[in-house]
């Protein structure tokens, strides 16, 4: 499935409706965001049980249902996983 899709001036893209059909995704989504030379490639990434990604008040924020949910820990291990992706490059 092929199709061209742009990118308005704040640099958000929309995924057209039968993508995201076949994909079998409703929103909110989140994707992983690979660049690949001269390409983008989107993965999407299956919610963990319970944690869901909503907007509040024009910030992000990760419900997880009443489960503990450590913030710190959460973006020391984003940092540590971008740090050795910038290592293996």
């Known amino acids: 499935m092929e199709t061209i899709i742009t990118m308005d001036r704040l640099g958000r893209l929309v995924i057209p409706g039968h ?28 919610p963990e049980s319970g944690r869901v990604v909503k907007k509040r008040r024009g910030l992000l924020v990760i419900s997880t249902g009443g489960k503990e949910f450590n913030a710190a820990e959460a973006v020391s291990a984003v940092r540590e996983e971008r740090s050795s992706d910038f290592e293996r490059r």
């Open 19 to 46: 993508i995201r059909k076949a994909l079998q995704v409703s929103s909110p989504a989140a994707f992983k965001a690979e660049v690949m030379g001269n390409k983008v490639e989107l993965t999407v990434i299956t």
